[in-house]
């Protein structure tokens, strides 16, 4: 019999958007696997996060056997839903948490495999990285999407980033304790960009994929119109020079360039005076001072918040 202390507590989070058809079958399917989770040194629970739906995925999730169901009364967003998921696991003293999707496009035999780095104590976060084991040919507009964004994260962190927005994710304790998800809509690049900052380390692991059989996928041709803003949202609440620094020196930069422009006309005698739009020289320098100032001042406050 293992010994009480040596134990460790494993949840498993489905949010799910109206996904009656499977999320029975996700959570049978998950809890196949806890018998080789047990051998792990883990107790196991499937929370699902029913984000209003307007169908019983609620019921049939309690009917097929979840050990919580935690409720949105009307639907939120995935980013939502996840952020209610990791609380409850924090609450409920989870050591790991594993975000997994409800339409079983992920393989639950995987879940080993996602949180060993962090059972090697490599990683704090491990993400799912699903293009070695795909089983079906992503649509083009996911497909770029994917790229676009993982290019972007991957430059904004520094990771090594092959997939930033699998529906599979596992997060240790230590994230746990202080993760932030402000959007509502897309948590993956929430979750890196807040991770990175807050000095978490990243692993990929290799993950099945599975084509769509029921419901429908969240991404669409507004997806970067909601991401975007999520991203900067973050990142002024985390680094906030990181958005405010160059966006100071910017406007600096015009009325440098403006100014000395203008300067050199005059001093060659092609203009009258030494700066002709004087209002637009003023406004940028102005400008660029505050938004300095006011990106020192965020990032302070910021600071001594963590203190």
């Known amino acids: 019999m293992k010994d009480i202390q040596s134990v460790r507590r494993l949840i498993i989070l489905i949010p799910a958007y109206n996904e009656h058809d499977k999320i029975g079958d996700t959570i049978r399917a998950i809890k ?31 009917k097929a056997g979840a050990d919580r169901v935690l409720r949105h009364k009307v639907n939120l967003g995935l980013g939502s839903a996840v952020r209610t998921g990791l609380a ?36 704090d976060v491990v993400y799912g990285h699903r293009f070695n084991r795909i089983e079906y040919k992503m649509p083009f507009v996911r497909r770029l999407g994917n790229i676009v964004f993982t290019k972007l994260m991957k430059y904004l962190t520094g990771w090594p980033l092959k997939d930033s927005q699998p529906g599979i994710f596992a997060v240790n304790r230590s ?22 900052h807050k000095g978490m380390r990243f692993a990929h692991a290799d993950v ?14 507004k997806y970067p119109f909601k991401v975007l803003p999520q991203i900067f949202w973050v990142i002024v609440g985390i680094k906030p020079m990181k958005i405010f620094g ?27 005076k030494p700066v002709l739009h004087v209002n637009a020289v003023q406004g940028f320098l102005t400008l660029g001072l505050q938004t300095l100032f006011f990106g020192v001042i965020a990032e302070l406050i910021i600071q001594s918040s963590r203190k």
């Open 32 to 62: 196949e696997t806890f018998t080789k989770l047990q051998d792990m040194g883990f107790v196991s629970s499937v929370y699902v996060i029913d984000d209003g739906s307007s169908d019983e995925t609620g019921k049939l999730a309690d």
């Open 88 to 123: 409850g696991a924090l609450v409920d003293g989870a050591d790991i948490a594993v975000k997994f999707d409800a339409d079983l496009q992920h393989d639950p035999n995987d879940i080993p495999t996602l949180i060993q780095p962090i059972l090697d104590d490599e990683a």
């Open 175 to 196: 994230y746990l304790e202080v993760y932030r998800i402000p959007g509502d809509y897309n948590y993956t690049q929430q979750i890196l960009l807040d991770a990175y």
């Open 208 to 221: 099945c994929f599975r084509q769509r059989e029921s419901g429908k996928s969240f991404i669409s041709y």
């Open 246 to 272: 160059p966006l100071g020196l910017f406007f600096l930069s015009i009325s440098f360039v403006v100014g000395c422009t203008e300067i050199a006309l005059w001093i060659i005698g092609l203009t009258q």
